[in-house]
């Protein structure tokens, strides 16, 4: 198992999001080659800003390993976490992180601001980019084809 093979698990997750009519990203926590938990956007159904799926994905794989300390973990996601996710793993100590697309409005992991490399904070990360970039952009970029169309 390699990071496109997590990463597809990952876009598994966006599909749940754009089914329900929610921005499709989608993350998946691994450790040690083992899925931890998984998360999907769902601000709109939660009525939850912070409903991302990082941060579900992030609170699960807490409460899974029964601590806030993510050290061993890796991160798939399918778009560039935004600088709230970007915070939350920073502060999770997840050790790497692998995104499948760019956010260029949001992006805060290198795009827009870098705040999982920021030689200020106390904990950086590894990032990998670029992972199945094709099918990440374009779930998003149907949906809100999609939604100018409604």
């Known amino acids: 198992m390699d990071d496109y093979y997590y990463m597809r698990l990952a876009l598994d997750e966006a599909r749940k999001a754009k089914e329900i009519g929610e921005v499709p990203v989608g993350a998946i926590i691994v450790k040690n080659g083992e899925v931890i938990s998984r998360g999907y956007n769902m601000r709109e159904t939660l009525k939850d800003p912070t409903a991302h799926a990082e941060i579900i ?53 290198g795009s827009v601001l870098n705040i999982v490399q920021n030689d200020k904070l106390n904990h950086r990360l590894d990032v990998t980019w670029n992972v199945l970039q094709n099918q990440c952009s374009d779930i998003i970029k149907d949906f809100f084809k999609d939604l100018r169309k409604k």
């Open 57 to 109: 994905a992030i609170k699960k794989a807490s409460n899974i390993l029964g601590g806030w300390r993510l050290i061993g973990c890796t991160l798939y996601v399918t778009i560039e976490p935004c600088p709230m996710c970007a915070g939350a793993i920073v502060n999770s100590r997840i050790e790497r992180l692998v995104i499948g697309s760019k956010d260029l409005k949001m992006g805060g992991c």
